[in-house]
């Protein structure tokens, strides 16, 4: 039953993180797909403590077979998913062609050149592998799953190595209650900077669009494609509202440019060109209403800090039209600082706040910063020891004791399972933070609401690539004989391979180690500094800096939303008179046909 429950829990989980994240228009496929990589990926984690727990000796409510079974079709399942279906995916919903045979194709050679790519560098290491161990082809299976796991082990130890390190960092970082408003400030700073980069970029490919619209004669095919890419941006909200002399094309643009410059032109442009300009203003299209969306929530947040003067219900609006920030760049981004220095003021941080309610706060965010700082530092001594001494993983006496204390029931049964899912879990919050804060994620913009189908198959590709490797990792810290698992019987067939099976899983811990050192002392930070190789992160830009600015932009939007609100009810005032004195002269007027048609005058 509770087998049951848990694989129910499990598909709950992920059809809700695919409806939230997912556009309320998405197709269904690519939801279904992702649903399902994400299924897959979030079982490992209820089956990897199950493998735990029946390996400790504590009755479960399913059979060993079972088990076997269930990982069998969850690993194959990540594994086909991972490496073929998604990543066909992830091309066809990229690509740039107008027809589904023409987006099938570039997937496909998309994908066999970065196959091709890896298999020129594997191909080496496959021959010697073959020549000392004298592998068959029915050995092939098993040197593809080694290569899957070597692969995400290696990712796994640069995710990890930054993410051990930065987990407990962020929670220490946390600001206090009176701090709160520099950090917001600070977001709403780094999302204005984002709306600028995006609409810049929007604006330079509706200028390439119309310049295709224009160069190309009507009736010809790739004038109906550049229509059609114009079409795209439309519905994404990007394309301007009403079409000026420099914004769209006209008649009389189109009619004065049909010389032989157009024809040069027009020749000069191939459908090539048209896909990857159609490519490039779905990135873009995404890209805005992205940035959109979070300058929106940024203000916000800036307006629930502080609602007394508020920012307008135009900006606070989640769905409001946002203006494009090319003809007001001047006003958000130039002398906002100095003018506003007395509406909003530069950021202050509060101290000296010592009230209860803070106090408490304060030392909770310490005292969970401590423990996550413990816990990453414990994970990484295990994981150490389990290549030293892998007969005694250093987890395996928590459960136990745990087990012990809790009794033979139920009840002991689900909590050992909890307690043996919250390192793995840990660690999965850890890898999967860094990754998506990079900026290779800009590939993949997971966002409530707003996340597109590229970045949907890319999340749920991740999930299935890394969760298999780590928990077969953690499996070896948390089970007092990790050979004898389910889960390593289904990894038998990788572990027999030489280079790619266990010797990847001896090096993982000692690389995982020297990043995170590295990382502790902010070593990669301070040589890309050094090399100006800025933007690996999203949080690179400067607090204090980014603050100031955010208060800026914060005070602008409050006096804008001050004179909109006026302007709206000086309308409402307007037409609340043109109504009266409408319903005045309909009055006179009826009036005075009532007179002229009657003999009598009635008193009134």
């Avoid at 000296?352 to 816990?375: E, H």
């Avoid at 690539?465 to 990792?473: A, D, H, I, N, T």
């Avoid at 400067?542 to 005070?555: C, K, L, P, S």
């Amino acid at each position: 039953m509770i087998f049951v429950v848990s694989c129910l829990l499990c598909m709950g989980i992920s059809a809700f993180l695919s409806w939230y994240y997912s556009k309320a228009r998405e197709q269904f496929l690519v939801r279904f797909c992702a649903w399902l990589g994400c299924t897959a990926a979030v079982s490992v984690t209820f089956l990897v403590p199950y493998d735990i727990v029946q390996d400790l000796g504590i009755p479960s409510d399913i059979p060993r077979s079972g088990l076997y079974a269930a990982w069998e079709g969850v690993f194959w399942t990540c594994f086909i998913l991972t490496w073929l279906v998604l990543p066909f995916l992830m091309g066809y919903v990229a690509a740039g062609e107008f027809t589904f045979k023409e987006k099938a194709k570039a997937s496909l050679r998309d994908n066999m050149t970065f196959y091709g790519s890896l298999a020129v560098v594997g191909a080496a290491v496959l021959v010697w592998v073959a020549i000392q161990k004298k592998l068959s082809l029915a050995d092939l299976p098993g040197v593809a799953v080694a290569a899957s796991n070597a692969w995400g082990l290696l990712l796994l130890a640069m995710l990890l190595g930054h993410g051990l390190v930065d987990v407990p960092r962020s929670i220490w970082c946390i600001p206090d209650a009176g701090d709160a408003i520099v950090a917001i400030h600070a977001n709403v700073a780094r999302a204005q900077s984002a709306l600028d980069d995006a609409t810049e970029d929007a604006d330079r490919v509706v200028a390439k669009v119309n310049n295709a619209i224009v160069s190309l004669p009507e009736g010809d095919e790739r004038h109906e494609h550049a229509m059609d890419i114009r079409s795209v941006m439309q519905r994404a909200g990007v394309w301007p509202d009403t079409d000026t002399e420099d914004s769209a094309p006209t008649r009389s643009a189109a009619a004065s440019t049909r010389g032989s410059h157009a024809s040069a032109r027009s020749q000069s442009i191939a459908l090539s060109d048209l896909a990857s300009l159609h490519r490039e203003a779905m990135s873009v299209a995404h890209e805005l209403q992205v940035a959109r969306f979070l300058y929106r929530e940024a203000l916000r947040k800036a307006h629930s800090l502080s609602p007394p003067h508020g920012i307008g219900p135009a900006a606070a609006a989640p769905d409001a039209p946002l203006q494009p920030l090319g003809a007001d760049a001047g006003e958000r981004a130039q002398g906002t600082v100095d003018e506003t220095a007395a509406d909003a003021g530069a950021p202050a941080r509060r101290s000296g706040d010592t009230s209860a309610p803070s106090q408490a706060r304060r030392l909770g965010i310490r005292t969970a910063a401590v423990a996550a700082g413990l816990l990453s530092g414990f994970l990484l001594a295990a994981l150490l020891a389990a290549t030293v001494a892998p007969d005694t993983p250093l987890v395996v006496p928590m459960l136990r004791y745990a087990s012990a204390a809790a009794g033979e029931s139920t009840s002991s049964f689900v909590a050992t399972l909890v307690l043996a899912a919250l390192p793995l879990a840990y660690l999965a919050i850890c890898a999967y933070r860094t990754l998506f804060q990079l900026r290779i994620a800009a590939l993949c913009r997971i966002v409530p609401r707003h996340s597109d189908a590229y970045s949907l198959l890319f999340a749920s590709m991740y999930l299935c690539r890394l969760l298999v490797p780590l928990g077969y990792s953690y499996v070896r810290i948390a089970a007092p004989a990790a050979d004898t698992l389910a889960f390593a019987d289904v990894m038998a067939r990788a572990a027999r391979v030489p280079l790619l099976g266990n010797d990847v899983q001896v090096v993982f811990p000692w690389l995982l180690v020297l990043l995170v050192i590295l990382h502790s002392f902010d070593v990669f930070a301070r040589v890309t500094r050094a090399l100006r190789m800025h933007g690996f992160l999203y949080e690179d830009l400067e607090e204090d800096d980014a603050a100031r600015h955010g208060a800026a932009i914060v005070a602008r939007e409050r006096r804008r939303g001050r004179r909109s609100e006026q302007q709206r009810a000086r309308q409402s005032m307007r037409a609340q008179r043109r109504d009266s004195q409408h319903a005045s002269s309909l009055w006179a007027a009826r009036k005075q046909q009532g007179d002229n048609g009657s003999t009598t005058v009635p008193n009134v």
